[in-house]
Structure formats: structure tokens, C-alpha cells
């Protein structure tokens, strides 16, 4: 029978069991040279962390609080922050862009010629991001 690991707090505590949700009875355990981590509550376990330096709780801590697709979901909502920054960047450029244009091309001729056109699209393109 495994012998029960008394649980400090902090980085070695583990996160709720990732089958019921519970963080209540969720455990470490010792038996010889392997550490588990299981849930009292469901009867969930592992990882087992059988190695010859197993005796070290953290380790099969951190294997117990791996969960892939929060890594993955973290990872992208990291992706998603970086390339908001990238894009609100650029905004910046654009809209100084559209003011230096705005200050440059105001012209009041009206020919029908394509540069007329293209002015009043940026003309509305900068009137709407104001």
C-alpha cells in the first residue's frame, strides 16, 4: 500500500484533478522508487513518475499539471496577443500614413480622374478610424 505524501503548498501542489475537477483528494503518493499522483475523489491516477530520483514529489507534480490542450490554448492565446500588438502597429503606420496623405493630397480638383477617387476612398477610410 502506497504511503501518503504529506502536500506542502505552493509549486508543488497539484492542480484539480483534470478528470472530475476536483482539487480536494487529490494526492501524492510514494511507494518505493515511484511517485503517483492520484484523485481520491474519482480514483484518477498518474502520471507514475518511475525514476531513480522519483523520491522528488515535484516532478511527478509537474507531469500531473501538464494538460496539453491548455499548453496549446496558452501558446495561441500568447500568438494572439503578440500578433495583436503587430497589428495595432501597424495601425499606428496606417493611420499616420492617412494623415500625411490627407495633409498632402487635399486637393480640391475633382476631375474624375482615378487619383480623385483614390483620395476620397482614403479621405473615408480616414474619417471612419477616428
Not at 4 to 17: D, E, I, L, M
Not at 27 to 37: A, K, R, S
Not at 96 to 122: M, N, P, R, T
Amino acid at each position: 500500500m502506497p504511503t501518503t505524501y504529506s502536500r506542502p503548498s505552493g509549486p508543488t501542489t497539484p492542480k484539480a484533478c483534470p478528470f472530475c475537477g476536483k482539487d480536494r483528494g487529490v494526492e501524492t503518493y510514494i511507494d518505493g522508487d515511484t511517485v503517483l499522483i492520484g484523485c481520491t475523489a474519482c480514483l484518477a491516477d498518474g502520471p507514475y513518475y518511475p525514476e531513480p530520483d522519483s523520491t522528488q514529489p515535484a516532478e511527478a507534480v509537474k507531469l500531473w499539471d501538464t494538460r496539453p490542450i491548455e499548453a496549446a490554448l496558452i501558446h495561441d492565446i500568447e500568438r494572439a496577443a503578440e500578433a495583436n500588438g503587430v497589428l495595432a502597429t501597424e495601425n499606428e503606420k496606417l493611420r499616420s500614413l492617412l494623415v500625411e496623405f490627407e495633409e498632402l493630397y487635399s486637393l480640391d480638383v475633382h476631375d474624375g480622374s482615378e487619383i480623385d477617387d483614390f483620395v476620397l476612398e482614403a479621405r473615408a477610410l480616414l474619417a471612419a478610424t477616428k
